[in-house]
């Protein structure tokens, strides 16, 4: 199998971490989405990424589609799943990925207002999962699933925030960190990523263009959502 990749896509992230959970065999191919090559343009019917190229030579588009494929055609990660559970699992992993982009864009906030209103639509996403969540070390229980997967990426990037400029999008939920702590000690969020992301993930989204950016520079925001209108950076 093949994904057609661009570095820092959350999208391509997400299937590339179930193909990792799945120990599934996989190339990857880099793309610049500035320059999208003929050939990919030809199987990419939205002219995103990623693609899945199967081992049967199809070209899958859409991340939701690919990874309901990669579940049914190999080995299930939440096998025996009724109808109603499958689909509660896909209602969860779709409130993690139709954020994906909001936390992009509240990423590259050029300064502190608009971070605050783009992080404060993470925050009902974030309150409703934290109300969902239990005690155990994953979504649902002790083993990794569809809706992990989704939300891995999500804690990924905001781990990563964290660390280089101590301001956590997460901010005081309890089980939510708990969770984001047991899936990045599953190694999968490394896996998932190509080595360079992290300085390439750093480079595009804490530049001195935007307010998480200097916050970095200025040696942290040590702030939170609620906190911010008070952050000194
Ligand atoms: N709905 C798509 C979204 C994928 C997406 O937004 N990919 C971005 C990169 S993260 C892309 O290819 N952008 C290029 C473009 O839209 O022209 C999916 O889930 O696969």
Known sequence: MKIVSFKICPFVQRVAALLEAKNLPYEIEFISLQDKPQWFLDISPNGQVPVLITDGGQALFESDAIVEYLEEAYPALQP?????????????????????????????????ATLSERAAKLDV????????????????????????????VLLHRAAIIEK????????????????????????????????EFEDAFVDFYLSDQTF????????????????LADACC
């Open 212 to 227: 998480l950016g200097r916050c970095k520079e200025n040696g942290g925001c040590k702030k939170n959502a609620a906190e």
């Open 80 to 112: 025996g799943l009724s109808p109603e559970e499958k689909a509660t699992n896909r209602a969860w992993a779709y409130l993690a990925t139709k954020n994906y982009l909001v936390q992009c864009s509240a990423q590259r906030s050029a300064d502190k």
């Open 164 to 195: 280089n400029t101590g301001y956590d999008f997460i901010g005081d939920r309890p089980k939510l960190k708990s969770w984001q702590a047991h899936l990045m000690q599953t190694g999968l969020a490394e896996k998932s990523v190509p080595a």
């Open 125 to 152: 996403a974030f309150d409703r999962i934290e109300a969902k969540l239990c005690d155990t070390r994953f979504f649902g229980g002790n083993e990794i699933g569809m809706v992990d997967v989704a939300w891995l």
